[in-house]
């Protein structure tokens, strides 16, 4: 048995939540940080990143007005938005997968046609190491960081990852 940090109710070793107070557990198991890497990615909210500011399209923008965007603006995605919800992504992966060789064919298709629906985002508060295991999981170089009101409000990447895991990396132990 496990007591809870928040309530010390008597909890099943190995739970994630809390049953009386529902608060998380999934800490309480980790093994203390051995590095300023890891003390880091466990302590550390998606905000240290700095994201980036979303770039926004809409959903019947030309897809080739949007790689050309991308392009000329050196980024990897930009967020589909309608009426100021987020709908989708669409990314270097999604022109490489869903247009590749027909892109030419199909440029002048909304590219919310081939933008990625299902879109996973990620709170400003949440800490880093969840946003790598959600990047990981579900391979994504890209995840929209939004608001309380779900909202866009910036952009992480595989890149600022690894230079907040650079950077860290020269911090002492």
Request: proline share 6%.
């Amino acid at each position: 048995m496990t007591k809870c940090p928040f309530c010390d109710a008597e909890n099943i070793e190995g739970i994630d939540v809390c049953e009386q107070c529902e608060q998380p557990l999934t800490e309480e198991y980790l093994h203390d940080p051995a590095t300023a890497v890891e003390r880091g990615l466990l302590a550390d909210h998606i905000d240290v990143l700095n994201p980036k500011p979303p770039v926004v399209v809409a959903p019947d923008m030309a897809t080739r007005d949007v790689i050309r965007l991308m392009v000329d603006r050196n980024i990897g995605s930009v967020l589909v938005v309608k009426d100021e919800h987020l709908i989708g992504i669409f990314s270097e992966r999604d022109a490489l997968m869903k247009l590749n060789a027909e892109a030419a064919q199909l440029s002048d298709r909304p590219v919310s046609e081939f933008m990625t629906k299902k879109v996973q985002t990620l709170d400003s508060h949440a800490k880093i190491a969840f946003a790598v295991q959600r990047m990981d999981l579900g391979s994504f170089r890209h995840v929209p960081v939004v608001n309380q009101a779900g909202e866009p409000v910036g952009v992480i990447s595989v890149r600022d990852i690894l230079r907040y895991i650079t950077d860290r990396s020269a911090e002492p132990v």
